[in-house]
Each structure stands twice: as C-alpha cells, then as structure tokens.
Nanobody
Framework: QVQLVESGGGLVQAGGSLRLSCAASGRTFSNYAMGWFRQAPGKEREFVSARGWNTVYADSVKGRFTISRDNAKNTVYLQMNSLKPEDTAVYYC?????????????????WGQGTQVTVSS
C-alpha cells in the first residue's frame, strides 16, 4: 500500500495557476505510475494526467497542465496554468503498482483524500 496526501488546492481566478503536490509514503515510489484525476459535482471521476514510463494527458488539459515527479522526494506535482472555470473539481492523486500508465481509475489501487480546486470566472 501507498499512502498519498495531496496539497496545493485553492481558489483562483480564470487564467491563473496552481500547483498541486502529492506526497507518497509506504512503498518504492519509483515503481509506481502516478496519476491525477478530478471529480466535479454531479460528474464522474475523470482522468487528468499520469506519469510512469510515459506521460499522458487528457485532451481537455493538454498544453495547460504539466505533471512531474521527484522520485527522491516521493512526490508528484501537477502544474496547472491557464485555468478555466470548468477545471473546478476535487483533484485526486492516485498510484498503481506498475510503471505502465493507464487512464482508467479502476487501474489505480491507492488514492489520496483529494484537494479542492475552484476557478472563478
């Protein structure tokens, strides 16, 4: 099991930026693909980005969001630029015990508690 703790959410105006962090503990971080998902009120949880052997982004965030990871710090980041009101959601960090990146939330066994991101228009 991997324990995940997100931070960095908040309220920002449209066009602004936020950086989310996810600190992991419990297992060898470098052996895990790390992903970010989000869930808006009344909607299903959706894939945002993930990084393992490769890096994948949802089309809706491509060019605006950047995922990175620091294996020495057991931390994955999500830099979010040019934020839009439709990016408003609870953002979740997730880990799967493989470096193969998948978009399905069902592929991830470990989840953080989530951090709220609110983008005002």
């Amino acid at each position: 099991q991997v324990q995940l703790v997100e931070s960095g959410g908040g309220l920002v105006q449209a066009g602004g930026s936020l950086r989310l962090s996810c600190a992991a503990s419990g297992r060898t971080f470098s052996n895990y693909a790390m992903g970010w998902f989000r869930q808006a009120p009344g909607k299903e949880r959706e894939f945002v980005s993930a990084r393992g052997w490769n890096t994948v982004y949802a089309d809706s965030v491509k060019g605006r969001f950047t995922i990175s990871r620091d294996n020495a710090k057991n931390t994955v980041y999500l830099q979010m630029n040019s934020l839009k009101p439709e990016d408003t959601a609870v953002y979740y960090c997730a880990a799967r015990a493989s470096n193969v990146v998948l978009r399905s939330a069902n592929a991830y066994d470990n989840w953080g508690q989530g951090t709220q991101v609110t983008v005002s228009s």
